[in-house]
């Protein structure tokens, strides 16, 4: 299964909620963020966030004590040890930032999972409070997306375009994209037809396909809670799997997987709901 490479967002898609709002919210700075926002794109309101909460006396340990009590995505955690062990190789590609992401990946224990985390820069400075930077640099240019749905700060198309190039050169086939949000679109459109893609049923990834079928060349499986998402996942992993290897038995490698079948014939998106 090494030629299988499976690309998970993060906010709502591991956890189960923004990570900025939980952290605004959890350290009583709603109403300031709620002030700034209208001013200045969101990552730059969220580097001043923190700004203002190092200096309200917050620390890094009560960022990280708050982040550790983000509530999971329910079997997210089972599904990537399980597409770990089985071979597969799991990235994230995510609009938070990396101080966020690597301290809840870390807290469950499954950080050592993910060969490669595409987020927003997010490190402690020299003074002690967390900065958080645009993944690109919206201030000096454009990242040049077209889709109308890209945030400035982060095409992920484009970061899939690269990751593809460089899975061509390692032999690797077949990707397979989770995602929820509007952002998670755009590297939607890149997938190629022997790819999948799993969007979260009635978030807005998933009304935005729903929208445009013909510009999705992926299989589309929607997901709408940590179990179904957990289940397709693992059941397109071992799909992939028997495709490939038709004369090998895979039966073993998923022995304590709780899968139904090899494979369910499911429609390209089911419709959105009004």
Not at 24 to 44: C, I, K, R, Y
Not at 168 to 178: P, S, T
Request: hydrophobic content about 40%; some cysteine; proline content about 6%.
């Amino acid at each position: 299964m090494a030629g299988i490479v499976v690309v998970f967002d993060f906010d709502k898609t591991i956890i189960d909620l923004d990570s900025d709002n939980w952290v605004v919210d959890e350290l009583g700075a709603t109403d300031l963020f709620n002030q700034l926002l209208p001013t200045m794109p969101w990552n730059s309101v969220m580097d001043r966030m923190m700004k203002e909460l190092h200096e309200q006396g917050k620390t890094i340990k009560d960022i990280e004590e708050v982040l550790k009590r983000a509530p999971i995505i329910p079997r997210v955690v089972s599904a990537i040890k399980a597409a770990h062990a089985l071979g597969c190789d799991l990235k994230i590609v995510s609009d938070a930032n990396l101080f966020y992401i690597e301290t809840i990946l870390n807290h469950l224990g499954i950080y050592d999972c993910f060969t490669e985390i595409n987020t927003n820069p997010g490190y402690v400075d020299e003074e002690g409070k967390l900065r958080i930077r645009p993944y690109h640099d919206f201030h000096t240019s454009s990242h040049g997306c077209s889709c109308n749905v890209c945030p400035p700060n982060m095409c992920k198309g484009l970061i899939i375009e690269r990751i593809q190039a460089s899975l061509a050169k390692e032999g690797k086939k077949r990707m397979i994209y989770l995602g929820d949000g509007a952002g998670d679109f755009c590297p939607s459109l890149k997938l190629k037809e022997q790819d999948f893609v799993m969007p979260r049923k009635d978030f807005p990834v998933w009304k935005l396909i729903n929208e445009n079928l013909d510009l999705i060349r992926a299989e589309i499986h929607g997901w709408s809670d940590g179990e179904e998402q957990e289940h397709i996942l693992l059941q397109i992993i071992k799909a992939i799997t028997v495709e490939e290897n038709p004369f090998i038995s895979v039966d073993c490698k998923f022995q304590t997987i709780p899968i139904n079948a090899v494979h369910e014939t499911l429609p390209k998106a089911l419709p959105v709901p009004y």
